[in-house]
């Protein structure tokens, strides 16, 4: 988020120089304000259906602008912890229920201005598409395709883990 004036006092900002980086702060000193653009935490699924034969299931957003195919994700809410947040956007995006959770990783997305947590999920029930999830596809671990940022990289740790082999990058 660009702020142009500060969101406590509406003077403006200016640039200022703090733990190393440039930041958008208050040019009233008496309020101090400093935009510090923390990072976002979203949650991540890489989920593995159990019962249809471990398949990992992809999705593809409705507000994507190209099909492509990726991890459940969404923020946290105020008050739940990651797992709680994971299990939650996994029944609302895809109605499956969550059977148990496995942390993959931290992951910086910084186009996004986002920390990814992403989870290994093992999930089961009647895929039910929410209004976020345009269509869905079902890939066998050792096809998936990691691709290059964000859960992609998930993707990538949590094959490796299992000794699935990488496609050639070539």
């Given amino acids: 988020m660009t ?3 500060c969101p406590q006092c509406g003077s403006r900002l200016i640039d200022l120089e703090l733990g190393g980086q440039t930041r958008a ?3 009233d000193t008496a309020c101090g304000f400093v935009h510090w653009n923390n990072p976002v935490p979203v949650v991540a ?3 593995e259906c159990t019962d249809r034969d471990g398949q990992i299931l992809l999705a593809c957003n409705a507000g994507w602008k190209r099909r492509f195919f990726a991890l459940i994700t969404g923020f ?3 008050v739940e912890s990651p797992e709680e947040g994971i299990r939650r956007e996994i029944r609302e995006e895809v109605g499956l229920s969550t059977d148990s959770l496995e942390l993959i990783g931290l992951y910086p997305f ?3 201005n986002q920390i990814i947590i992403a ?3 093992r999930c089961h029930g009647d895929i039910v598409l929410g209004a ?3 269509e ?3 890939v066998p671990p050792a096809s998936l395709k990691p691709w290059a940022a964000g859960t992609g990289l998930a993707v990538r740790d949590w094959m490796l883990r299992r000794g699935l082999p990488l496609p050639d990058s070539g």
């Fill in 76 to 78: 946290l809410e105020r």
């Fill in 132 to 134: 976020e999830i345009a």
């Fill in 110 to 112: 910084e186009r996004m």
């Fill in 136 to 138: 869905y596809t079902l």
């Fill in 25 to 27: 702060a208050c040019a």
């Fill in 45 to 47: 699924a890489l989920i």
């Fill in 3 to 5: 702020y142009v004036f």
């Fill in 119 to 121: 989870y290994h999920a």
